[in-house]
Antibody
Framework: QEQLVESGGGVVQPGRSLRVSCAAS????????MHWVRQAPGKGLEWVAV????????YYADSLKGRFAISRDNSKNTLYLQMNSLRLEDTAVYYC????????????????????WGQGTTVTVSS | QSVLTQPPSASAAPGQRVTISCSGS????????VSWYQQVPGTAPKLLIY???KRPSGIPDRFSGSKSGTSATLGITGLQTWDEADYYC???????????FGGGTKLTVL
């Protein structure tokens, strides 16, 4: 069955970097764009970033541009999120998610919904 | 402040019907596909509705979605105690070039 498994979370000091990963199985990873979504403790869902099926197109939440970078390795069926200059407010559970269907048209992106989610990996930024 | 607006809470008795609204704008709900998610605290979100009104395999027909203009609605009929959870709407915002979610609605089944 389709499955996503995140890893790489942990406790990190403010200003440091961390990379989290998401291993995919049970579907053709290279055919889908992939998303990162995070959830701070006691808060709602916050969309983080999306990357196209081939890695060429990427979009980020405005508040994270310049600090976070999404990437993928289709040969390893793995999605990554590189987080730099971490802040206390980046403390959250980070989920990777696969769209039910998505497509790119020029600079536009469309997706129907996120149908497969990982269990999440917890990132705690603390001194 | 979320781009999509949901009521923070909703409640109804077992067996009753409840609706949860999601209000947006012409750049998000108005021109893109709306999805709905159920999240039990401590677990990952679960897709309930995609493409405005379609249910993934395994989601009971007690759950329905609709969209009109810049608003969307999730309906749940025949409420069960295990429907108690947080519910989120989501879509793409073409002006922001970013995904957006509502702030979430906590459903209580009295």
């Amino acid at each position: 069955q389709e499955q996503l498994v995140e890893s790489g979370g942990g406790v990190v000091q403010p200003g440091r970097s961390l990379r989290v990963s998401c291993a995919a199985s049970g579907f053709t990873f290279s055919s889908f764009g992939m998303h990162w979504v995070r959830q701070a403790p006691g808060k709602g869902l916050e969309w983080v970033a999306v990357i196209s099926y081939d890695g060429r197109n990427k979009y980020y939440a405005d508040s994270l541009k310049g600090r976070f970078a999404i990437s993928r390795d289709n040969s390893k069926n793995t999605l990554y999120l590189q987080m730099n200059s971490l802040r206390l407010e980046d403390t959250a559970v980070y989920y990777c998610a696969k769209p039910f269907t998505d497509f790119w048209s020029g600079n536009s992106y469309y997706y129907y919904g996120l149908d497969v989610w990982g269990q999440g990996t917890t990132v705690t930024v603390s001194s | 402040q979320s781009v999509l607006t949901q009521p923070p809470s909703a409640s109804a008795a077992p067996g009753q019907r409840v609706t949860i609204s999601c209000s947006g704008s012409s750049s998000n709900i108005g021109k893109n596909y709306v999805s709905w998610y159920q999240q039990v605290p401590g677990t990952a979100p679960k897709l309930l509705i995609y493409d405005n009104n379609k249910r993934p395999s395994g989601i009971p027909d007690r759950f329905s979605g609709s969209k009109s203009g810049t608003s969307a609605t999730l309906g749940i009929t025949g409420l069960q105690t295990w429907d108690e959870a947080d519910y989120y709407c989501g879509t793409w915002d073409s002006s922001l070039s970013a995904g957006v979610f509502g702030g979430g609605t906590k459903l209580t089944v009295l």
